[in-house]
């Protein structure tokens, strides 16, 4: 096994264990999120996809936002709960995903020679509006991962990173964990951020 290869692996389980610990509300996602985003950094780059390198440090970064908003980030003086958004928020998000994923997939294609670069930019853009969202625990965030990781699925397998491709599938599934867990504790509250 080639050092890529486990740094693939090493990365995949720490993405597992991020994803598992941000299903149940824990600070300590946060500390496999960045390590396993850094390691991604890397990886992305070496098979040319930019905007998925552009991603991972973006995810580097978020991994210190969100432990820190989980740590001591309030919404009208109390810690962060769960919260969703309402429509018209979604809306704005998506045109905004939709507009800059056409942006950055002219970019990677014309500056960067990326491959697959306007797939890679949808998976770009939309990963950028999904992190923040759960970076402030906003409930709708797995919804947004469930799309972007089915994505990320062909993304990878056509790429030749075939086991980060099946970590895209168990994303997807525990994606779908993340929102029942969520919403149940949501449901309590049934907090909706202003739009």
């Known amino acids: 096994m080639d050092l890529s290869s486990i740094l693939e692996y090493s990365a995949i389980i720490l993405a597992i264990l991020y994803v598992i610990l941000a299903t149940r509300g ?3 996602c946060w500390l496999p999120a960045f390590v396993s985003s850094g390691i991604y950094v890397y990886l992305t780059y070496s098979a040319n996809l930019i905007g998925e390198s552009f991603i991972s440090i973006f995810y580097v ?4 936002y969100g432990w820190w908003q989980w740590s001591f980030g309030k919404r009208k003086d109390e810690f962060l709960k769960i919260a969703e958004w309402r429509t ?5 998000s998506i045109l905004l995903g939709l507009v800059l994923a056409g942006i950055l997939g002219k970019s990677f294609e014309l500056i960067f020679n990326s491959a697959m670069p306007y797939l890679d930019a949808f998976t770009t853009s939309f990963s950028l509006i999904a992190t923040f969202m759960v970076t402030r625990k906003i409930l709708s965030n797995w919804i947004y991962w469930i799309v972007i990781d089915a994505f990320n699925i062909y993304l990878y397998w056509n790429r030749g990173l075939e ?13 779908f964990v993340g929102f029942l867990s969520w919403h ?3 449901k309590k509250e049934r907090r909706f951020l202003p739009a």
């Open 88 to 92: 018209s928020h979604h809306v704005r």
């Open 184 to 186: 149940k504790e949501w």
């Open 26 to 28: 824990s600070i300590w």
């Open 163 to 175: 086991p980060t491709a099946g970590l895209y599938v168990v994303y997807t599934l525990l994606a």
């Open 61 to 64: 970064l978020m991994a210190v």
